[in-house]
């Protein structure tokens, strides 16, 4: 029996919790992920929906569907973004996939890429600082230590794949103007994996410290605020610390989703709810980045 | 002084491709690349880590290369940070605040501060002891002002935590009873 998926219409980090609800439990069914009325998808929604498809692939009865969008532009967006190079790897894809190549330009910092190993991070890190390094400072307003503090977050958000996700994933760097939401241009940091989440992989260190109240929630709020790690090593835990220092910093936003739950780091412009539990469970970990262009003083 | 240039090790070490310090097997690699390089001048007091050529760096190299090495070779020798930028020094501080420790770093522009766990009075020592102040100029009164035997306590404790070398008086002489 083949279930379907609506993928929303407006993909992005908002309307996620409607897709993984639509989702639901992806082991039983064949799965047909229908993006054919999809209009416009974020970095978040597009390396989400690879994660979806992974998770599928791997524990569902057959390879999941997916349709592609049927807007030429919006399919063309997709291919320019990378993802298509991927969903190959997970999806049978019906519907006509446009052949682009995944291309860095004004917009797309870095295209969908895999994050497998250390190698993997040093290349996302090399090849996206000089092309950030120009649209952070000259169109953002952030000042010039704001480029290496963008690149030291993109390399702790890609390790923690590396380390704690126990699969590969992507990540995904876009620039672009936030029109409807916020008035001003953005950068965004979209990483997501379909690996075992922040629960499962903090447990053998961290769950005892909490006792019955150990949750997905508990889970992401030990890492994000207390640096807690799966290694017992003191210095281990402290990227995502570091994460949430450098959005601080730039008025930024920090949102992480594993498992049921999602904890962020609100800024002023923003209308999210700092920890949100009792969602829908969702394979992995989906972390969010967000840097603004910095109001005039 | 021992120079430890870190783009040379880590071009011998871990590729000559990369140019950045990060990922935590990256600063595991270089680490061990600076204690091989220790090992072969175990007699100088003092080692020079140089971050000059270095463009970026994480927290988790920052952890392996400053953190880790500090904690296991600090007791024996003085470490200077050479050549570090303000965003080096964003990955270097909170690391060495975890740990409670504490190192001496020199800027691109020569200008020397403390990093780490320290408090504020020994930041003032610090910058007394290295601000090229002409003596009895204004600048040289406002330099330094704390109470009367606080600065002291501060400059032990600089140099009991790291930062600074033993006071050669303090150590005792050859053949003296211990």
């Known amino acids: ?74 399919a063309h967006y ?9 969903a190959a790897d997970w999806y049978e894809l019906h519907g006509k996939v446009p052949r682009v190549t995944p291309a860095t330009s004004s917009d797309v910092l870095l295209a969908i890429t895999p994050v497998r190993g250390t190698d993997d991070v040093h290349g996302v890190v090399e090849s996206v600082q000089e092309r950030s390094a120009a ?19 993109l390399s702790e958000a890609c390790q923690n794949i590396v380390e704690h ?13 936030w029109r409807r939401r916020l008035g001003r241009r953005v950068v965004v940091i979209a990483v997501a994996d379909a690996g075992i989440g922040f629960r499962r992989s903090l447990e053998a260190t961290q769950a005892s410290r909490f006792g019955d109240r150990w949750s997905d929630a508990t889970a992401l709020e030990a890492a994000l605020f207390q640096g807690a790690s799966r290694f017992r090593d003191p210095g281990r835990g402290q990227g995502l610390g570091g994460i949430a220092r450098y959005v601080n910093r730039w008025s930024g936003k920090l949102a992480v989703r594993s498992g049921a739950a999602r904890i962020s780091i609100v800024p002023s412009w923003d209308d999210d709810q700092p920890l949100t539990e009792g969602l829908t469970l969702f394979p992995g970990s989906q972390v969010l980045m967000i840097v603004p262009a910095q109001e005039a003083q | 002084m021992q120079l ?18 990060v990922t935590r097997p990256t600063g595991k690699a270089v680490r061990d690349g600076i204690e091989a390089a220790l090992d072969d001048l175990e007699t100088e007091p003092v080692a020079v880590i140089d971050f000059s050529t270095v463009r970026l760096l994480d927290y988790s190299c920052a952890d392996e290369i400053v953190g880790k090495l500090l904690l296991e ?19 270097i501080e909170p690391v060495l605040r975890r740990h409670k420790l504490a190192a001496i770093a020199r800027d691109r522009e020569g200008r ?35 109470p ?13 935590s790291g930062p600074l070398p033993p006071d050669p008086a303090d150590k005792p002489s050859a053949g003296a009873p211990e």
């Open chain 1, 78 to 86: 997709w291919g320019r973004a990378g993802f298509f190079a991927h």
């Open chain 2, 112 to 146: 020397v501060r403390m990093l780490g766990d320290v408090p504020e009075g020994a930041r003032k020592v610090l910058s007394a002891l290295t601000d090229r102040v002409e003596p009895g100029s204004p600048a040289d009164n406002d330099a330094l002002v704390l």
């Open chain 1, 1 to 74: 029996m083949t279930r379907v998926v609506n993928v929303p219409g407006h993909f992005d980090d908002r309307s996620f919790e409607q897709f993984a609800k639509a989702c639901g439990d992806m082991t039983d069914d064949r799965l047909l992920f229908d993006a054919h009325a999809t209009q416009w998808a974020s970095p978040f929604g597009l390396v989400g929906l690879l994660a979806a498809g992974q998770w599928a692939a791997e524990h569902g009865p057959e390879r999941p569907l997916l349709t592609v969008p049927s807007d030429r532009d919006v």
């Open chain 1, 135 to 153: 649209i952070l400072s000259s169109e953002l307003g952030l000042e010039a230590t704001a480029t290496m503090g963008f690149a030291m977050a």
């Open chain 2, 4 to 21: 430890i240039d870190l783009k040379a090790i880590l071009q011998h070490t871990v590729s000559s491709a990369y140019g950045d310090l």
């Open chain 2, 148 to 160: 009367g035997g606080t600065a002291k306590e501060l400059l032990q404790l600089l140099q009991s």
């Open chain 1, 165 to 177: 996700a126990g699969t590969s994933g992507w990540v995904a760097v876009q620039a672009y103007h």
């Open chain 2, 73 to 91: 070779r600090g007791g024996a020798r003085v470490f200077l940070l050479q050549g570090v930028t303000a965003s080096h020094c964003e990955a």
